[in-house]
């Protein structure tokens, strides 16, 4: 019946009773715990604040739990409520040269100083399904082992490289705040603070295609990472009334570091140029990707030809907020009908033009 | 009788419960109309740009709402900077007050600013729409918000934004026109139904958003300002009050508004816009007005004079 399409109020009430019913599934297994969601899902946790650019665990994992593990529709709860929060100032700039490793690989030297810190990895785990942990109640694993040493100071990979001139500068970052892409809308040309912004909050899975579309021939990139590290970093903050920087706590991320060939243009000699993905938590696939798009993207600073999707700014940048994305999709669901109907007719209206003129020379033939 | 097709909470028969105001009031765990003052006072600034400018898209740094992109944010976010405590808000999706969406929306508001709620057009000083305008003329004390998906008139024929600027400003629109002439020389009239693009004020051209063809020439000269709001696309443009509004066209090929050629099943109008509603699968079609209110001002202004 038409009326149900035209919903209305009790249809929406009936229509949330039974998503909070679905969410909760059989009330015969035990509901799950914030707190289990945040320690076991942990990645998924991680994602979400990624993706809705808010560094809460605790609400990552409550916005999860509501969204049935939908990790796109939780990142969008919490956007939703980052938004009602009051912003005081920017950070300082995150030191990640002092970052508490727990993890730390290049892959361009064999060893470095502070040397290779494999971390919690699934990189050489063998993918077999460990049905072990299908039987639940098994006791905790034991404590991994630690190094005897702890580890080092770790300069970063790109600063070695620079030392010796290979690497290029970044150009020194504006005085002027950092631009603010929560509170103002995107304008392009984009320069690359607000780039690396977007990329930071943008869907994992978008910037996982593209970067590997430039690893393919897409925009001529051969890259290598330089260094990937995660860690704790602490945040600080120069509030104006107190006018000195004091610490807030500390962040988890994941830096990556990809360096890449350019040939030299103009007054540049030939060096290496480097393309930087820094994500919230445990996020390797994501910090790498973007730092594969961020190098594309350089294409016109660097004077490159711009010729494939992922050195597109403005394809690549309003495409990849996957909350944005979702919200457009998923609009076609909304009724269309008024605009259908003007469809319609117009079809109606052609066809009838299109069968007139198809029968009037018939007519002619017949005279 | 019970409508067939109306659901309870739609404009029904005359004298039904059309308006109300939340009984619960307004919740107050957030700003009046959800968003904070700061940024209500952001989103006006660029609402008066937009009115100096009619028909210019301004950028604003719209937020990210409880509603997903698609579902109106844009209007949404238009709509929370400009109601005031007094206001009383019609919302209506598809010409309807009942559909889904509106009521959400409708809800929302008075939820977050506990304003009065109507499903009267005459009644409403603020009315938030996507895709129609109501039949009812407007007035100069109303204002009416359209949620707006794709501001840029121009994208499907140039998708760079840092182009279609350099375009506007030159109020080069010669890609609309080539593309209107194709339809036309291809087959006979414009290919185009509904979002068809307007020349405000002579000078910018503009999306009118997912209206009909039918719709258009409502927006010329119209006593009520017209705000439009883009909020995934973070854009707000404006139209004000009696300012000329030109459908594109040509001269040997005037732009023609269609309608399809019934009553309405309900209230017998011939003038107002019609959805048509499949009744069975033999090809059964009745045809109902899509203005809910319009449909029921008719309706009892027929059943008087029976």
Known sequence: ???AVKGGEAAIEAAHAWLAAARRGDPSVPELGLAQIEQQLALAVDRVMAEGSCHDRGLAALAIKQARGDLIEAAFLLRAYRTTLPRFTPAEPLDTGRMRVLRRISATYKDLPGGQVLGPTFDYTHRLLDFALAAEGA???????EAESGVGPMPRVSE?????????REPAGEEAPPPDLTREPLRFPAP???????????????????????????????????????????????????????????????ECQMVNQFAGAGEAPPQFTRGYGLALGHSERKAMAMALVDRALMARELGEEVLAPAQDEEFVLLHADNVEATGFVEHLKLPHHVDFQSELEKLRSIRARVEAERAAPRAEAAE | MRDPVRSPEGAGAPGAEHRRREPEGRDPHYNFAYLDEATKRMIRRAILKAIAIP??????????????????????????????????????????????????????????????????TAEATVIQTRHRIPERPLREDQILVFQVPMPEPLFRLEPRLAETRRLHALADYSLAQVKLYEDIAQQGESASSYNHPVLVNGRY????????????????????????GAGREKKIYAVPPYTPVKSLDFDDHPFAPMRAPHPCALCG????????????????????????????EAAGRAGAAR
């Not at chain 2, 898209?57 to 937020?63: L, N, T, V, Y």
């Not at chain 2, 808000?89 to 929306?105: E, F, P």
């Not at chain 2, 958003?209 to 119209?222: A, M, V, Y």
């Not at chain 2, 003038?271 to 449909?295: K, N, P, Q, W």
């Open chain 1, 192 to 254: 690359r603070p607000l780039r690396l912004q977007a990329l930071a909050r943008g869907d994992e899975g978008f910037l996982l295609g593209l970067g590997y579309s430039t690893q393919r021939g897409y925009g001529n990139a051969h890259p290598f990472v330089a260094e990937l590290r995660l860690g704790e970093v602490e945040v600080v903050l120069c509030p104006p009334e107190l006018g000195f920087p004091i610490s807030i706590g500390e962040v988890t991320v994941t």
């Open chain 2, 269 to 296: 109008s011939t003038t107002h816009y019609l959805d048509e509603i499949v009744t069975d699968d033999r090809g059964g079609r009745m045809f109902v007005c899509s203005d809910t209110d319009a449909c029921a």
């Open chain 2, 205 to 228: 051209l503009m999306s009118p958003s997912p209206i009909p063809g039918f719709d258009n020439p409502k927006l010329d000269r119209n006593p009520a300002l017209l705000l439009f």
């Open chain 1, 1 to 3: 019946m038409y009326v």
């Open chain 2, 55 to 120: 028909g210019h898209q301004i950028p604003f740094g719209a937020r990210e709402m409880p509603l997903p992109y698609g579902w109106g944010t844009g209007g949404i976010q238009v709509t929370a900077s400009i109601l005031g405590p007094s206001d009383v808000l019609k919302v209506i999706d598809q010409g309807a007050d009942d559909t889904t969406n509106a009521v959400s929306i409708r809800r929302f508001f008075a939820r977050t600013a506990g304003v009065a709620t109507t499903t009267r």
């Open chain 1, 139 to 145: 006791p905790p694993p034991p404590p991994a082992p």
């Open chain 1, 160 to 168: 070695i490289l620079a030392a010796e001139g290979l690497m290029r």
